[in-house]
Every structure is written in structure tokens, then in C-alpha cells.
């Protein structure tokens, strides 16, 4: 089972990655390609982030399952819109 402390430093990574990936969409959108680099990185890293949650999913609790479900979905959605973003 996975610890409340092991659950709590991936959302700390989760939300890092997030973050990053926001910034990186907003600036995507006002530069077009000016900063192709950091974009792909941060799309790289949401994706390691992805494959942690997913392995870390898998030694939860049902409650700490949810919360990591929760936040897969947000991943998941942000992941698409830099996707489809004319970058």
C-alpha cells in the first residue's frame, strides 16, 4: 500500500508538472514556436508524471485511488489541449 507521505510527494510532483505545463500552454499560445523546447519538455514531463500516478495508483487505498483518478482526468486534459494547440 502506498504511504500518505509517497501520496503526498507525488502530488507535490503532480502539481510542479502541472504548473509547468500551464506556463508553457499560455506562452505556446502568445509565441507560437518561440519556445518549441520547454513546451515539448513539459509535455514530457507530464507524461512521466502520467506513468508515476499510474504506477502509483496501483498500490493505493480507495480514497487515495480516487484523488490520483481526479487529477489523471486534469492530466489527461491538459496533455489533449497541448496537443491540439497550432504550436
Known amino acids: 500500500m502506498a504511504t500518505r507521505d509517497s501520496v503526498e510527494q507525488f502530488i507535490q510532483q503532480f502539481e510542479e508538472a502541472i504548473h509547468n505545463a500551464e506556463v508553457q500552454y499560455s506562452e505556446a499560445q502568445k509565441l507560437e514556436h518561440n519556445n518549441?523546447?520547454?513546451f515539448t519538455m513539459a509535455q514530457k514531463q507530464m507524461?512521466?508524471?502520467y506513468n508515476d500516478l499510474m504506477h502509483l495508483s496501483?498500490?493505493?487505498n480507495a480514497q487515495?485511488?480516487?484523488q490520483l483518478n481526479r487529477m489523471r482526468l486534469q492530466?489527461?486534459?491538459l496533455q489533449n489541449?497541448?496537443?491540439l494547440l497550432r504550436h
Do not use: I, N, V
Request: proline letters at 0%.
Open 36 to 38: 518549441d523546447t520547454e
Open 47 to 49: 507524461e512521466a508524471t
Open 58 to 60: 496501483f498500490s493505493c
Open 64 to 66: 487515495q485511488r480516487e
Open 75 to 77: 492530466l489527461q486534459q
Open 81 to 83: 489541449e497541448m496537443t
